[in-house]
């Protein structure tokens, strides 16, 4: 079978490789569709792995299970979304649903190689059921690029009375955005990209600013805002200067999610950030399974999930997709195994 491996300094191959086999509760899924996220930069761009190549990280995706050793969770035939890490099903965090916080998680069988392959193995407690009238290319967008935003706006109770600005226009940003226009708020975006700028104008964004173009950027957001204010930031750039707008942007009693992943971080203010203006801040990290059927049910209802996706590739085809994603000017970039 073929699977994508990658290899560092922007280097990435097709290679085949043996047929996995199911064991226990470990089964085979067939994938259908995978999609490249935005986190693969890291091995994508990371140092050349040529002598020691690492098999794709590829973890978005669906797909048919197409064979089973004794599981009790899914039969073959059954059309499955993948979840992104596999739950020990067993630990307080599990037990509640909230399987990105699970205690045990090494102890669960990993999926191999990856789901930019025509064949994974999985431990069955990944394979979320995925509904007939939901296709594998909007399935494989639920778990991570929506449902991480998603989780993040049920969290902070976004609806049509507030004024929701996002920070970032990447896919995440634009998934927020997607999915705060669903819910009738007033939404205000910001990115350095055009590109991105124009597709987050397309899909309703009711104000778009480029710093970049800006002499007072915060100025221009309270204008857009209006004299109500921001009543709530997602952050999905990873940057902590547009971190520390948001703080400083939104309202007295505003909300904000940090959604974005960095290792920096914004420049709090104490005082004037917590007490005076006593903000309510969130972190967020994917979704919880829950998520992916309620968010099947927003697509059902109209949710524009398919403006996400701007590219699609053969397997074959993995370098020339890479290159796109990571070119600037798209935003979900889609492998076909089988293609
Ligand atoms: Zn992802
Ligand atoms: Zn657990």
Known sequence: MKTVQMLGNRKVRVLDVPEPEPKDERVVVKIMSSALCGSESHTYHGPNT????????????????????????????????????????QCRYCLAGHWVLCERRDSAPQRFPGNHSQYVTVGDRACLPLADDVSFEIGSLLGDVLGTPFRAIKR????AFDTVLITGQGPIGLSALLLCKFLNAFVIVLDINEYRLNHARKCGADVCVNPVEETDVLARLQEAAGPEGIDVALDCSANPDAQTLCLDALRRG????????????????????????????????????????????LVRRGLQASELITHGFGIDAAPEAFDTFFGGSAMKVMLDPWN
């Open 50 to 89: 040529v002598e020691a190549p690492r098999y794709n990280a590829g973890h978005e995706g669906t797909g048919i299970v197409c064979k089973v050793d004794r599981s009790s969770v899914v039969r073959e035939g059954d059309r499955v979304a993948l979840y992104a890490g596999t739950p020990c099903g």
């Open 156 to 159: 902070l109770n976004v609806n």
């Open 254 to 297: 505003g909300r904000m999610a940090f959604i974005g992943v960095t290792d920096q971080g914004p420049r709090i203010n104490t005082i004037e950030h917590f007490t005076k203006k006593e903000l309510e801040l969130i972190g967020t990290w994917y979704s919880r399974p829950g998520d992916h059927r309620e968010l099947e049910t």
